[in-house]
Nanobody
Framework: QVQLVESGGGYVQAGESLTLSCTGS????????LYWYRQGPGKERERVGL????????KYADFVNGRFTISRDNAKRTTYLHMTDLQPEDAGVYYC?????????WGPGTQVIVSS
């Protein structure tokens, strides 16, 4: 059974940093592309970025603008989203996502609140 569980969300002031974690199980973690998505209040879910299985390739959405970094520790079956210079528009629920044998899987999400 594939499971993804995010953690690390919380309340921060604008300009502060936060690191989110996502731990996965039930699939070949080290070979899977892992994605981070977010959904702000009243907005559609959008992709933040992704990292391939061995961590050699990452891609980010334009809005990241160098502020976020995705990493992963395959031994811990965990991927991280380190976010700096957070702004109110970054607030929302952040999700971890992967695909396994053709099916998409999502974690329940972790909420990020950014106060101005």
């Amino acid at each position: 059974q594939v499971q993804l569980v995010e953690s690390g969300g919380g309340y921060v002031q604008a300009g502060e940093s936060l690191t989110l974690s996502c731990t996965g199980s039930g699939f070949r973690f080290s070979s899977n592309v892992l994605y981070w998505y977010r959904q702000g209040p009243g907005k559609e879910r959008e992709r933040v970025g992704l990292m391939n299985g061995d961590g050699s390739n990452t891609k980010y959405a334009d809005f990241v603008n160098g502020r976020f970094t995705i990493s992963r520790d395959n031994a811990k079956r965990t991927t991280y989203l380190h976010m700096t210079d957070l702004q109110p528009e970054d607030a929302g629920v952040y999700y971890c996502h992967t695909k396994w044998v053709g099916f998409p899987y999502w974690g329940p999400g972790t909420q990020v609140i950014v106060s101005s």
